[in-house]
């Protein structure tokens, strides 16, 4: 089994630098000819099921992807991005926002905690190597889903982990 992750493309929040966890916001112009050329690269690969967040932006990502490569799409609900809570919108460079990202095991007010995400997102790891035995699954989710994802299968330091970011239209492969 072979594990591709990549993030959805371009949103307008994105593009203006804003947190955007669970506020459910489409792709840009930008956006879309991102998840196009990323359809271009999938194709390079031997791809048997996409499995989405449920978020528009996901979805619209992966349906441009599904279409263009003729694989079947999968909604995974427990794939959506992380809760930032009072910090959804704000500017990703916001100070009290950066602080709170540092602690990894304390909520954002309203929002959910890094360590809650990992739980959530270790789990459906677990579920698709079970359930997915031998195919080649292509997960479109979000950065803080995308960050969370890669420490499962790679040792980070908090430093590493605090800066570390996939880009919007952008594939890993574990």
Same mark, same amino acid.
């Given at each position: 089994? +072979?594990?591709? $992750?990549?993030?959805?493309? !371009?949103?307008?929040?994105?593009?203006?630098?804003?947190? @955007?966890?669970?506020?459910?916001?489409?792709?840009? +112009?930008?956006?879309? $000819? !991102?998840?196009? +050329?990323?359809?271009?690269?999938?194709? %390079?690969?031997? &791809?048997?099921? &996409?499995?989405?967040?449920?978020?528009?932006?996901? $979805? /619209?990502?992966?349906?441009?992807?599904?279409?263009? %490569?003729?694989?079947?799409? #999968?909604?995974?609900?427990?794939?959506?991005? #992380?809760?930032?809570?009072?910090?959804?919108?704000?500017?990703?460079?916001?100070?009290?926002? *950066?602080?709170?990202?540092?602690?990894?095991?304390?909520?954002?007010? /309203?929002?959910?905690?890094?360590?809650?995400?990992?739980?959530?997102? =270790?789990?459906?790891?677990?579920?698709?190597?079970? /359930?997915? =035995?031998?195919?080649?699954?292509? &997960?479109?989710?979000?950065?803080?889903? @995308?960050?969370?994802?890669?420490?499962?299968?790679?040792?980070?330091?908090?430093?590493?982990?605090?800066?570390?970011? *996939?880009?919007?239209?952008?594939?890993?492969?574990?």
């Amino acid at each position: 089994m +072979k594990l591709y $992750v990549a993030r959805h493309g !371009q949103t307008s929040w994105n593009a203006q630098n804003k947190v @955007c966890g669970v506020t459910d916001i489409g792709l840009n +112009k930008k956006g879309i $000819v !991102q998840a196009e +050329k990323l359809a271009d690269t999938v194709g %390079n690969y031997n &791809i048997d099921i &996409i499995l989405s967040s449920p978020l528009k932006r996901a $979805v /619209e990502t992966s349906k441009i992807i599904g279409r263009k %490569n003729n694989i079947a799409i #999968q909604i995974e609900d427990l794939l959506v991005e #992380q809760n930032y809570g009072i910090y959804e919108g704000v500017d990703r460079n916001d100070l009290r926002f *950066l602080n709170n990202k540092r602690d990894f095991a304390y909520r954002y007010p /309203e929002g959910e905690s890094m360590l809650q995400v990992a739980y959530r997102i =270790y789990g459906v790891i677990d579920k698709i190597k079970e /359930e997915q =035995y031998g195919k080649n699954v292509l &997960i479109i989710s979000h950065g803080g889903v @995308c960050r969370i994802i890669r420490t499962y299968f790679k040792d980070m330091t908090n430093d590493e982990f605090f800066n570390y970011r *996939l880009e919007n239209g952008t594939l890993e492969e574990f």
